[in-house]
């Protein structure tokens, strides 16, 4: 089919992000699901992502790597599902905002804190997220007010970021600040979270 929806994944990946928003969206796709180091770098995939890495989406014609630009696409590809503000929407703002705040500044801070790298306090200036205790406490102000990040429903801007929220929580890469608690709950109880962990943890329990 010439609209066919396939995504390129492993279980053990971010690309279960990615699953998860597509369980949001409901439209049929097919999985191919890769292996480190083999078919996630071989020549067939490298032509999808020459980065040799997943998560990736092919819809039709268009392919799309990277997670935030991957949720982004499918939320604005199938608006029936209503997980991004329409254009023009104020909530447009925020809803991007959010989005790439959670794929941009807080994935490098928190990678870099758990990798054991402190931005030096003279060339805070030159690092994209300033500080970790920047990105902690400008993210406790965006969830800590108990609802969703861009208006009153949820957004694709809510996926990502409450998944990686959850995520490092998960293995102690933030700390457990009672806001990102609250909202990781909120986000992560959605029914298509559900059905996605139980395809990708039975994914995983394959030989």
Not at 159 to 164: C, K, Q, R, S, T
Request: hydrophobic share 45%; proline share 8%; glycine share 8%.
């Amino acid at each position: 089919m010439s609209d066919e929806l396939v995504f390129y994944t492993n279980p053990q990946s971010r690309a279960r992000v990615v699953r998860w928003m597509l369980e949001e969206v409901g439209q049929p796709y097919r999985t191919e699901v890769l292996a480190y180091g083999t078919t996630m770098k071989a020549p067939a995939y490298l032509a999808i992502n020459p980065m040799g890495k997943v998560p990736a989406i092919r819809h039709g014609s268009t392919v799309v790597t990277e997670g935030a630009a991957i949720c982004a696409y499918l939320a604005d590809a199938f608006p029936q599902a209503g997980l991004a503000p329409p254009p023009g929407s104020p909530l447009r703002g925020p809803y991007y905002r959010w989005l790439f705040f959670a794929a941009a500044p807080m994935e490098s801070a928190i990678t870099n804190r758990a990798l054991g790298f402190e931005v030096p306090p003279e060339r805070k200036a030159m690092a994209g997220y300033g500080s970790y205790d920047d990105v902690m406490n400008t993210l406790e102000k965006a969830v800590g007010h108990g609802g969703y990040v861009a208006g009153d429903q949820f957004t694709a801007a809510d996926l990502y970021l409450g998944a990686y929220i959850a995520f490092a929580l998960q293995f102690g890469t933030i700390e457990k600040r009672p806001a990102f608690e609250r909202y990781a709950q909120l986000v992560t109880a959605r029914p298509a979270n559900a059905r996605a962990q139980e395809i990708d943890n039975a994914l995983m329990a394959k030989p």
